[in-house]
């Protein structure tokens, strides 16, 4: 492992790095790496306690695991950078279930996929780094290649993934639902998951918007989301936070006009620094959506709907991006305009959500249900990136050995923006291939830095 990395170490501050990362084609796979994992045999260790008091680190261990061997239609990754996300929490915590539940379900597909089926889970959904072999049958990138995965791993072999790869029943969601993750220092992805790195940024920088940069261009952008258009009032829950602050980013671009919804002043003002002006701090204005844990208030509801309107000059908006769940679906379905739409995924603060069915049916809003993107629109948001139209919203990283203290930081909900993880990278800062754009755009970058 220490050879990989000395030859794409190499790489930094050349005139020509794709002449020395071309080398790592000649170099051994080492026989096995360092990953982040979960074990089979302590899916029981947080059993009665609730959610909010499971502790990531104590779950989740760095160890060495063997290098599988590549199928068709695969690479192997020399890991330089990841980054933390929800479904690394949920897995941590062994919610709404045990993964171990959807590695088994994929090992009884094939031969090939019984690999996944193993007494440990490697586990994280986002990557940057570089291409050391690809399985047969793939000509679209070869060794040295700087690419950054996204998450969708998907058979194709069903019909109804050719219409929408979102929609194959055989969709799964790659260090979720697959093994061989990204928080690790190498990964098995499917060719068809690589994108191109982003030249003007870090490695810990490329690898933070993959998950969330895609989900949000789908939930928003997409004519299989929102379908957003310029003019459109976008509220914006979260809207500093690791998936909301993608979507801020391209309402803003896209000429919409977002309203963010955070919950501290430091929140609010990285959303200004992002150049929205619209903005609800909903813990300073005392927002309460529940009076207790089985009863929803209407009347905060009205409240809330009451201080968009003061912010937009009387309209209501069209999208409702949604992704906290249960504490705040039912104040969504109530403020989207007439004929709006609630676009929701996640539910990061639970899965049963409740609301007044009156305010969907009368007022002919829609609820549009929105799971990760599909290849072509992975692509579309990772070139916004490329082209630093969106920027990463990087605030913090940790080293491999401290992914638990990571996580928990995002558990407790005590970080903005994303926060990566450094796999092989030896430090911040490595893989900047085109300074020139970057200098165009250096405050963007580090906007969340610190925070």
Not at 112 to 120: M, N, Q, S, T, V
Not at 152 to 180: C, K, Y
Not at 424 to 433: I, S
């Amino acid at each position: 492992m220490q050879d990989i990395l000395e030859a794409i170490m190499a790489a930094e501050g050349s005139s020509r790095p794709e002449r020395e990362l071309a080398g790592v084609a000649g170099l051994p796979v080492p026989d096995s790496y360092r990953g982040v994992v979960v074990r089979a045999d302590e899916t029981r260790m947080f059993d009665g306690m609730a959610t909010r008091d499971k502790d990531p680190r104590k779950a989740l261990h760095v160890q060495e695991v063997p290098t599988p061997e590549l199928g068709p239609g695969e690479a192997l990754v020399a890991v330089m950078a990841s980054a933390i996300n929800y479904n690394t929490v949920w897995t941590s915590i062994f919610e709404p279930l045990p993964t171990f539940t959807f590695l088994r379900r994929y090992g009884r597909l094939s031969d090939l996929a019984r690999r996944h089926d193993l007494p440990y889970h490697v586990v994280g959904s986002d990557a940057a780094g570089v291409v050391l072999r690809t399985g047969p049958g793939v000509t679209r990138w070869k060794p040295g290649d700087e690419v950054v995965a996204h998450c969708l791993s998907v058979e194709l072999e069903d019909a109804p993934g050719h219409d929408d790869t979102m929609l194959d029943p055989q969709q799964r969601i790659w260090g979720f639902e697959t093994n061989f993750g990204g928080l690790a220092e190498l990964a098995v992805v499917k060719a068809n998951q690589l994108m191109p790195k982003p030249r003007h940024l870090s490695w810990e920088e490329a690898a933070s918007p993959g998950l969330v940069n895609s989900t949000a261009y789908r939930q928003l952008v997409s004519h299989h989301g929102a379908n957003m258009k310029q003019g459109d009032v976008v509220l914006i829950w979260g809207a500093s936070g690791g998936l909301g602050s993608y979507a801020t980013q391209m309402a803003l671009h896209g000429g919409a006009i977002p309203v963010c919804v955070v919950s501290s002043p430091e929140k609010a003002e990285l959303c200004r620094r992002m150049g929205a002006e619209l903005v609800i701090d909903r813990a300073a204005e005392g927002f309460r959506f529940w009076r207790d844990e089985e009863t929803q208030d209407p009347d905060e509801w009205r409240r809330f709907g009451e201080r968009i309107r003061e912010l937009t000059g009387g309209e209501d908006p069209d999208i409702v991006f949604e992704h906290p769940g249960r504490e705040t679906f039912g104040a969504s379905v109530y403020v989207a305009k007439r004929g709006g739409t609630i676009v929701t995924c996640a539910s990061t603060s639970g899965f049963q959500h409740q609301y007044d069915n009156r305010y969907l049916w009368m007022h002919l809003k829609r609820i549009i249900g929105s799971h990760f993107a599909n290849y072509q629109e992975a692509w579309q948001a990772n070139r916004l990136v490329a082209l630093g139209r969106v920027h990463p919203t990087v605030s913090r990283t940790y080293a491999l050995e401290q992914t638990g203290q990571a996580a928990y930081e995002v558990h407790r909900n005590a970080h903005q923006g994303k926060v990566g993880v450094r796999c092989l990278a030896p430090r911040d800062g490595l893989g900047v291939r085109d300074p020139e754009l970057r200098s165009r755009h250096e405050d963007a970058i580090n906007r969340f830095r610190g925070h």
